[in-house]
């Protein structure tokens, strides 16, 4: 056992070291007892070798204290839990630094059940410190010198500190170890916790709080960046992790979309759907199906693709504009499948001038449909082989499924999404070209219309097509994600 005595006469007995794998990283864990009998631990990430250089920059530091709300069962009521995670994965960036886990500090020293009592005075009105003060309790009665005498044992004599709390910085000095820099620990704004922080800055001299690095805003500013460079390889490496210093908005964003902003050249698609199964009434009106959430989430599907196609019958049925209004984003070239040519020449698409239009319609008929759209700069007439057989079977919607995307990839398109109505995205689905396909459902029954997909299913259940999936919350609505390329690669694989 190593005695480490510090100044203000904080000590500290080392009692065992050990591993830790977390989320975070493989920490090595030291636990140790000091002169009141309390335990505390120190998480450590990097050799010492590369914690103690003398010319790296001085480690990154967070001396923690124990909050067992905050920490252990996730409470917003303090930042405690936030800043905690936000330590280690901060140092977990950089590779190298320590956590140090003061315990027998609950509540700011006054211990749990004092904590919660204050939490009840709070629920009546008074802010964290006016709670403290009249249960005639310090407002805060927290004692670094153990930590310090931690961070000494470790050999640690200069740190970089992750604190807002002043206090902190001046007790690690008084214990011997030099802070060199202050630095704010970035954690997310949450309305919980907002008032108790607004205290401690305004009552206890505490720093203001740093906002994550990552809103959602800049998180979807990389999405858009990363997908506009769709072919390069490592993309993936300048997007965050959507756990990592972001607030709550960027999280979201980054876990929902990352796969598709990074993805090579994908075909994609999205299909919103009654619980029993329509894409629309039997009028043909689909105004709304789903809500305003999964409408935001059409228009980002939108913004991270190249080009997004349609079937004849929805610009028919619906007039879309297939432009991105719901979120900042550029618009896709507008693709419309229309083999007969019977698309209104009146029809948005072809007026409103706003994106280009591709309108691929049979060889046959695409001089005349030139002619319609003459003078239209923003529209191209694409002449496709069409199968003759009427009404076109799967094998013949195959086929044009092909060709169009193989048009679409001569003109650098690669990123695809093909939004409706489902007799296109199932013609698609048929055909193998969907790596990824997002249906989402609105909890309303329809009764009678227009049918989701479509295709020649399996006998038996144990044949269905199954994929990896991710669900997602958009208000009511339920979006599921299906992994359409992993299905495939593993029955290619055998793996399935
Ligand atoms: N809820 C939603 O997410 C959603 C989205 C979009 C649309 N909608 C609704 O769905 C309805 C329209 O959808 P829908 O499924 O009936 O039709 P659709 O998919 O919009 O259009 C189908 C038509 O497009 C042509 N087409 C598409 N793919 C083809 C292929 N691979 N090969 C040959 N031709 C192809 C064919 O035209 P021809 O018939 O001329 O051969 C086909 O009949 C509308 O009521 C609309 O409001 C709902």
């Not at 070291?17 to 990097?46: I, K, M, N, S, Y």
């Not at 330590?87 to 919660?116: D, F, N, P, S, T």
């Not at 083999?339 to 020449?345: E, G, K, Q, V």
């Not at 046959?364 to 694409?382: C, D, P």
């Amino acid at each position: 056992m190593i005695e480490v005595p510090v100044q203000g006469g904080g000590q500290v007995q080392h009692v065992a070291t050990t591993q830790l794998p977390t989320a975070h990283g493989v920490f090595a864990v030291h636990g140790f007892r000091d002169g009141r009998g309390e335990e505390h631990v120190a998480l450590v990430l990097g050799t010492p070798e590369a914690l103690l250089a003398d010319d790296a920059a001085a480690p990154l530091v967070r001396v923690h204290s124990e909050c067992l709300t905050g920490d252990a069962l996730g409470s917003w009521r303090c930042d405690c839990g936030d800043q905690l995670l936000a330590a280690q994965r901060a140092i977990a960036a950089e590779g190298r630094g320590v956590v140090v886990y003061l315990r027998g500090q609950e509540g700011r020293g006054i211990g749990l059940m004092a904590k919660l009592s204050a939490y009840a005075l709070q629920d009546a009105g008074a802010d964290t410190v006016d709670a403290n003060t009249s249960l005639g309790l310090p407002v805060d009665a927290r004692d670094y010198a153990a930590a310090a005498a931690v961070l000494r044992h470790l050999g640690l004599r200069r740190v970089r500190l992750m604190t807002s709390n002043p206090d902190k910085a001046a007790a690690l000095r008084a214990g011997g170890v030099e802070v060199e820099q202050v630095v704010g620990v970035p954690v997310p704004v949450r309305t919980d916790s907002a008032r108790y922080r607004q205290t401690k800055v305004q009552r206890m001299g505490h720093l203001p709080p740093v906002g994550p690095r990552w809103s959602g805003e800049r998180a979807w500013e990389a999405l858009l960046a990363a997908s506009s460079h769709s072919g390069a390889d490592d993309l993936a490496d300048d997007l965050p992790d959507a756990h990592a210093d972001t607030d709550a908005a960027a999280s979201v964003l980054l876990e929902r979309y990352s796969p598709l902003a990074t993805g090579r050249a994908l075909v994609i698609a999205q299909v919103a759907q009654s619980l029993d199964g329509f894409t629309a009434a039997r009028t043909g009106d689909a105004h709304y199906v789903s809500g305003a959430q999964d409408r935001e989430h059409l228009h980002r599907l939108r913004a991270l693709v190249d080009a997004v196609v349609v079937g004849v019958s929805t610009v028919v049925a619906d007039d879309p504009q297939l432009t991105v209004r719901a979120c900042p984003g550029p618009h896709p070239v507008r693709v419309v499948l229309d083999p007969r040519a019977r698309a209104p020449l009146g029809a948005r698409v072809f007026t409103d001038g706003a994106a280009p239009v591709l309108w691929c319609t049979s060889s046959e008929r695409a001089e005349a449909a030139a002619q319609g759209v003459a003078g239209r700069s923003h529209v191209q007439v694409v002449g496709i082989d069409v199968p003759s057989v009427v009404p076109a079977g799967a094998l013949e919607r195959s086929r044009v499924v092909t060709t169009v995307l193989r048009a679409l990839h001569d003109r650098g398109f690669g990123r695809v999404l093909v939004e409706g109505g489902a007799t296109t995205v199932s013609a698609f689905l048929a055909a193998g070209a969907l790596d990824r396909l997002w249906i989402t459902t609105a909890p309303v029954l329809v009764g009678d219309g227009v049918p989701g997909l479509r295709f020649d299913g399996a006998d038996l259940m144990a044949d269905a097509l199954r994929a990896p999936s991710r669900r997602f919350v958009l208000g009511e609505d339920v979006a599921v994600e299906l992994d359409l390329a992993a299905a495939r690669a593993s029955s290619a694989s055998g793996t399935s």
